[in-house]
């Protein structure tokens, strides 16, 4: 299995973010250039851009987070609590 950025898996788990990841993922190859040094990688124009994009897409994640709470999930090894109770299993139970 190969490693996946962020921007790949996003999608997956916030369809309504999927053009947000597009356009992300599309500046990786200019990110690259960037932080390698070379010059002229990115305009200024293109840093105004990412800077202004960038916040309102943190904007957006912000209140879908403060509207849609989501709960991590149990791990596949986890019992839910009180599950060994509910099946009459009390060996936990002291």
């Known amino acids: 299995a190969r490693i996946r950025s962020a921007w790949e898996v996003l999608p997956e788990i916030a369809p309504e973010l999927t053009e947000w990841s597009a ?3 599309s500046g990786a190859a200019r990110r690259a250039r960037a932080e390698a040094g070379i010059q002229g990688a990115a305009s200024r124009r293109d840093a105004d851009d990412l800077i202004r ?3 309102m897409f943190l904007r957006l994640v912000e209140r879908m987070l403060v509207l849609q709470p989501v709960l991590p999930r149990p791990r596949p090894d986890a019992e839910e609590p009180g599950a060994a ?3 009459g299993d009390l060996s936990d139970a002291g």
């Open 53 to 55: 994009d960038v916040a």
């Open 23 to 25: 356009l992300f993922a």
């Open 85 to 87: 109770a509910a099946r």
